[in-house]
């Protein structure tokens, strides 16, 4: 069974930065793309950033690009989201996906980012 | 950049209507969309991917349809647990993108 399980989302100041973790299971991770969508409360799915296979491959939306990262450890299973000079805007639930070619066919259950003072 | 429209925003149907959900790209996608179900407080769960393929485990009751700009969501008789949000999704080229959203609440 796949299963995709998100960790790190709390709530942050404007300008602090947060990582946040998907630990994957139940397929073979190193075989394929995975990506984060993001969800503002009350809004609609935004694709965030993707990482190809071997992590040599990254794309990121525009409103992120220079302050978000996203890597993966295929050895762990593991997919990762670090976030820097967070904004109000940024303050969504985050969701970690898998993504074979850019269709987003199981979702983890999301963690909450909220960036507040 | 694809920009993608739903409509209605909202419809109100009865338990065994049926439902006809529009997304409109802004340019040519070919089939390179997918649908998404989302239910209040749960992940997003595909439902269908390039236009027409049902994934895996979704019942028949779901269909898709179009190709280029005009695509079709179809669900042939809603049952309870159908009354969710639905979003479209397309990945010809980078970035991939989503649509708005269409809410189908009970009438």
């Known amino acids: 069974e796949v299963q995709l399980v998100e960790s790190g989302g709390v709530l942050v100041q404007p300008g602090g930065s947060l990582r946040l973790s998907c630990a994957a299971s139940?397929?073979?991770?190193?075989?394929?793309?995975m990506t984060w969508v993001r969800q503002a409360p009350g809004k609609g799915l935004e694709w965030v950033a993707s990482?190809?296979?071997?992590?040599?491959?990254?794309r990121y939306v525009d409103s992120v690009k220079g302050r978000f990262t996203i890597s993966r450890d295929n050895a762990k299973s593991s997919l990762y989201l670090q976030m820097n000079c967070l904004r109000g805007e940024d303050t969504a639930v985050y969701y970690c996906?898998?993504?074979?070619?850019?269709?987003?066919?199981?979702w983890g259950q999301g963690t909450l980012v909220t960036v507040s003072s | 950049e694809v920009v993608l429209t739903q409509s209605p925003a909202t419809l109100s149907l009865s338990p065994g209507e049926r439902a006809t959900l529009s997304c409109r790209a802004s340019?040519?996608?070919?089939?390179?969309l997918a649908w998404y179900q989302q239910k209040p407080g749960q992940a997003p769960r595909l439902l269908i991917y390039?236009?027409?393929n049902r994934a895996t485990g979704i019942p028949a009751r779901f269909s898709g349809s179009g190709s280029g700009t005009d695509f079709t969501l179809s669900i042939s008789s809603l049952e309870p647990e159908d009354f969710a949000v639905y979003y479209c999704?397309?990945?010809?080229?980078?970035?991939?993108?989503f649509g708005p959203g269409t809410k189908v609440d009970i009438k």
């Open positions: 996906t898998r993504d074979p070619t850019r269709r987003y066919d199981f």
């Open positions: 139940g397929f073979t991770f190193s075989s394929y793309w």
């Open positions: 990482i190809n296979e071997d992590g040599t491959d990254t």
């Open positions: 340019q040519s996608i070919s089939t390179y």
């Open positions: 390039d236009a027409s």
């Open positions: 999704q397309q990945r010809s080229g980078w970035p991939p993108g």
